[in-house]
C-alpha cells in the first residue's frame, strides 16, 4: 500500500497524491498551507486515508476550507469524512452539488446502479452526509480568503458536470479544474 506523497508547488501549495485505487498520479489534491488553510479536493473515503497521512506529514491539524470541484465520488465522495476528521472546516461547492453533500442518497443509488454493491464498497468506500451548516455555497465571482491579502477565485465552469468549479491562485498562478 502507497504511503503520503507530498510535493511542494511554492508559495505555500503542495500537491498531494493521494493515490485513487492505490494507484500513483490518480488523484491530486492541493494544499495552501496559508494562515487561511483550503485544500482542493479530498477524494473518495476509500483512499482519504492516504490523504490524511500527507496531511499528518504537513504537521496539519486544522483546516478552514474543504473546496471541491464537483461531487463526482472520486472528488468529493469522502466529503462527510473530511468533515468528521476536521470538525472546524467549511465544505465549498455550488449550490447545485450542495443537497447532495448534504443528503448522498441519490448520488449512492445513482452510483450503486452503475457501480454495484462491490464496486461502490472496492472503488469508493461509504459517503457520509455533511452537515448542512458547514457548507459553503460557491459560484462564479466568489473568492476563498487563504490569508495575507491571497485568495482562490471561484470560476463556475460547467460541463463535466452542471455543478463543476475551477479555482485560481494569482500568486501561483494555479487553475486547480477537476476534471
Known amino acids: 500500500m502507497p504511503g503520503a506523497s507530498v510535493t511542494p508547488l511554492g508559495h505555500d501549495l503542495y500537491l498531494i497524491d493521494a493515490f485513487l485505487h492505490e494507484e500513483a ?10 494562515p487561511e488553510r483550503v485544500l482542493v479536493e479530498c477524494g473518495p473515503s476509500r483512499s482519504i486515508g492516504h490523504l490524511f497521512d500527507a496531511l499528518d506529514e504537513l504537521g496539519i491539524d486544522d483546516v478552514g476550507t474543504l473546496a471541491v470541484t464537483h461531487i463526482h465520488l472520486d472528488h468529493a465522495g469522502g466529503a462527510g469524512h473530511f468533515a468528521a476528521r476536521f470538525p472546524g472546516a467549511r465544505v465549498g461547492v455550488h449550490r447545485t452539488g450542495a443537497a447532495h453533500l448534504a ?3 441519490r448520488l449512492i443509488a445513482s452510483a450503486t446502479r452503475i457501480f454495484g454493491e462491490e464496486g461502490m464498497r472496492d472503488f469508493w468506500g461509504p459517503i ?10 460557491l459560484d462564479e465571482g466568489d473568492r476563498l480568503p487563504l490569508g495575507r491579502g491571497r485568495f482562490l477565485e471561484v ?10 468549479l475551477v479555482y485560481f491562485e494569482a500568486e501561483t498562478g494555479a487553475c486547480l479544474i477537476g476534471d
Do not use: I
Open 103 to 105: 443528503d448522498p442518497g
Open 155 to 164: 470560476m463556475y465552469t460547467p460541463g463535466h458536470a452542471r455543478h463543476h
Open 128 to 137: 457520509d452526509p455533511v452537515d448542512p451548516g458547514r457548507l459553503l455555497v
Open 25 to 34: 498520479e490518480r488523484l491530486a489534491c492541493y494544499l495552501f498551507d496559508t
